[in-house]
T-cell receptor, first 115, second 111 residues
């Protein structure tokens, strides 16, 4: 399967713990995006990378959220000192803008539950 | 005001009905527009791009009105398999690139 993969698919943690999610994009895609989705809402844009450069991070929800893409391939999203309000589905997507279709390819998401 | 706003739904329609979804966006500098479909507990997937000239893909027709900052999706002869959430999506390049999703409109097609 050469689609976008995310790990873990499910994470249950206690409030105050740190969690990290990993995303492996489609291999030739140079753009990678992170979104958060809560029940009944559309995906909420968090940040995106062009290769290893994080070009937009003003939408990260707080300074507890950080993302990296050190080698321009996989990315991690870390949430420090988790709160119950962080419970959501975290979606990763990738794209190849040079194809000019604008299509984002999403992974199946990482569902976070904070107790 | 939300950047992308959609009909709140849900829409409950019988098979064979025609259903229209509406979407408005606030950033007049937005440059590209899409409809995505999301099935329950699945990831969003591209349904179609939206152009000012309008585009059609089988039973689906999408339209963009830049002057009104309005996007529409029309589904004709709806099928049970069309039941899903339809997400309006806007790409904006002002103040940095962003792909913004609407909250989605849920469609239930009944036999």
């Amino acid at each position: 399967d050469t689609g976008v993969s995310q790990d873990p698919r499910h994470k249950i943690t206690k409030r105050g713990q740190n969690v990290t999610f990993r995303c492996d994009p489609i291999s030739e895609h140079n753009r990678l995006y992170w979104y958060r989705q809560t029940l009944g809402q559309g995906p909420e844009f968090l940040t995106y990378f062009q290769n290893e450069a994080q070009l937009e991070k003003s939408r990260l929800l707080s300074d507890r959220f950080s993302a990296e893409r050190p080698k321009g391939s996989f990315s991690t999203l870390e949430i420090q000192r988790t709160e119950q309000g962080d419970s959501a589905m975290y979606l990763c997507a990738s794209s190849l803008p040079e194809k000019n279709t604008g299509e984002l390819f999403f992974g199946e998401g990482s569902r976070l539950t904070v107790l | 005001r939300k950047e992308v706003e959609q009909d709140p739904g849900p829409f409950n329609v019988p098979e064979g009905a025609t259903v229209a979804f509406n979407c408005t966006y606030s950033n007049s500098a937005s440059q590209s527009f899409f409809w995505y479909r999301q099935d329950c507990r699945k990831e969003p997937k591209l349904l179609m791009s939206v152009y000012s000239s309008g585009n059609e893909d089988g039973r689906f027709t999408a339209q963009l009105n830049r002057a009104s900052q309005y996007i529409s999706l029309l589904i004709r002869d709806s099928k049970l398999s069309d039941s899903a959430t339809y997400l309006c999506v806007v790409n904006s390049y002002t103040g940095g690139f962003k792909t913004i999703f609407g909250a989605g409109t849920r469609l239930f097609v009944k036999a």
